[in-house]
């Protein structure tokens, strides 16, 4: 199978992965913005987790990891999103929302990474 292929199959998964938790939280918690900081959080800690298991592990096929990687934990995190809706909340004159958003995606997103990249490692 083709890489582009591969990469079409697995950003297809990781949207509808990314549109369930943005459902979720929505139907939980009224919120899209968590939904939000969920997928980025949670997909940049995977993302972290492979990479650092990846260092150690070379021999994953290519294709397993550009499915993983370029498809899937591409297509689930969003920065896109994250981006529209801070400017939503700093048109919407709710600027301290804004900058708690970003900031808290900003911190949380580095931590998720490192913790999950020395995870990984240690695998």
Same mark, same amino acid.
């Given at each position: 199978?083709?890489?582009? !292929? $591969? =990469? &079409?199959?697995?950003?297809?998964?990781? @949207?509808?992965?990314?549109?369930?938790?943005?459902? +979720? *939280?929505?139907?939980?918690?009224?919120?899209?913005?968590?939904?939000?900081?969920?997928a980025?959080?949670?997909?940049?800690?995977?993302?972290? !987790? $492979? =990479? &650092?298991?990846?260092?150690?592990?070379? @021999?994953?096929?290519?294709?397993?990891?550009?499915? +993983? *990687?370029v498809?899937?934990?591409?297509?689930?995190?969003?920065?896109?999103?994250?981006?529209?809706?801070?400017?939503?909340l700093?048109?919407?004159?709710? =600027?301290?929302?804004?900058?708690?958003?970003?900031?808290?995606?900003?911190?949380?997103?580095?931590?998720?990474?490192?913790?999950?990249?020395?995870?990984?490692?240690?695998?």
């Amino acid at each position: 199978m083709s890489h582009i !292929l $591969l =990469i &079409g199959l697995g950003g297809a998964l990781g @949207a509808i992965a990314r549109y369930a938790v943005d459902q +979720l *939280t929505v139907a939980q918690l009224g919120s899209s913005i968590v939904g939000t900081l969920i997928a980025n959080i949670s997909g940049t800690f995977l993302l972290g !987790l $492979l =990479i &650092g298991m990846l260092s150690s592990h070379s @021999a994953w096929p290519a294709e397993v990891r550009i499915f +993983l *990687t370029v498809g899937f934990l591409a297509s689930y995190t969003t920065f896109s999103t994250l981006s529209v809706a801070t400017v939503e909340l700093v048109e919407r004159g709710q =600027i301290s929302s804004a900058a708690i958003n970003l900031g808290v995606s900003i911190l949380l997103g580095l931590t998720a990474a490192v913790g999950g990249m020395m995870l990984g490692r240690s695998i």
